[in-house]
T-cell receptor, first 117, second 113 residues
Framework: GAVVSQHPSRVICKSGTSVKIECRSL??????MFWYRQFPKQSLMLMAT?????????EQGVEKDKFLINHASLTLSTLTVTSAHPEDSSFYIC?????????????FGEGSRLTVL | AQTVTQSQPEMSVQEAETVTLSCTYD???????LFWYKQPPSRQMILVIR??????QNATENRFSVNFQKAAKSFSLKISDSQLGDAAMYFC??????????FGTGTSLTVIP
């Protein structure tokens, strides 16, 4: 099956620093990847759609200058949380759609838990 | 925009018994896909089962099956012979023809030994 790998799985940083999270599709190419944020016991909130070779599309209310997304290749998207603050602490999940599959279901990374002190 | 509703925040089932998780959705599209994802405590979302809207036959994957009622816009998940490892959050998801995904709020399933 399609595999999406996300790194790091946990990160703790000081307030004001920046944190980068990587999302890789290991056995398929993904022109589009998605970044979600999940609060405890809640559903996934789509933050942005990462497009290979072009700018990401952000959902309403998501600060594009705080959450920088780069999709430099067909297998890698990165989310950088800039000048992180404690309210940015959350579980971040990436996903990608294997366009080689007819149904095109999403495959998810393992998630990254960010804690900002 | 499409909406996905999971009206059961929490469910519990006795080990080896059967449980049904409900999901309804709202759409004006005729061509779409539906999914059930499982999120165990490890937090990685895992695909459980998928259904193409144009298929009348209900999808089945081992102990997991769906009851897809297109006219009623209902897509319930049945777990048979429940196992302890089935304990997780279950999310119903809708994928539109335009490749947008919408998730329900989730159902937390507890399996009682």
């Amino acid at each position: 099956g399609a595999v999406v790998s996300q790194h790091p799985s946990r990160v703790i940083c000081k307030s004001g620093t920046s944190v980068k999270i990587e999302c890789r599709s290991l056995d398929f190419q993904a022109t589009t990847m998605f970044w979600y944020r999940q609060f405890p016991k809640q559903s996934l909130m789509l933050m942005a759609t990462s497009n290979e070779g072009s700018k990401a599309t952000y959902e309403q209310g998501v600060e594009k200058d705080k959450f920088l997304i780069n999709h430099a290749s067909l297998t890698l998207s990165t989310l950088t949380v800039t000048s992180a603050h404690p309210e940015d602490s959350s579980f971040y999940i990436c996903s990608a759609r294997d366009q080689g599959r007819a149904v095109g279901e999403l495959f998810f990374g393992e998630g990254s838990r960010l804690t900002v002190l | 925009a499409q909406t996905v509703t999971q009206s059961q925040p929490e469910m519990s089932v006795q080990e080896a018994e059967t449980v049904t998780l409900s999901c309804t959705y709202d759409t004006s599209e005729s061509d779409y896909y539906l999914f059930w994802y499982k999120q165990p405590p490890s937090r990685q979302m895992i695909l459980v089962i998928r259904q193409e809207a144009y298929k009348q036959q209900n999808a089945t994957e081992n102990r997991f099956s769906v009851n897809f009622q297109k006219a009623a816009k209902s897509f319930s998940l049945k777990i048979s012979d429940s196992q302890l490892g089935d304990a997780a959050m279950y999310f119903c998801a809708y994928r539109s023809a335009g490749n947008q995904f919408y998730f329900g709020t989730g159902t937390s399933l507890t399996v009682i030994p």
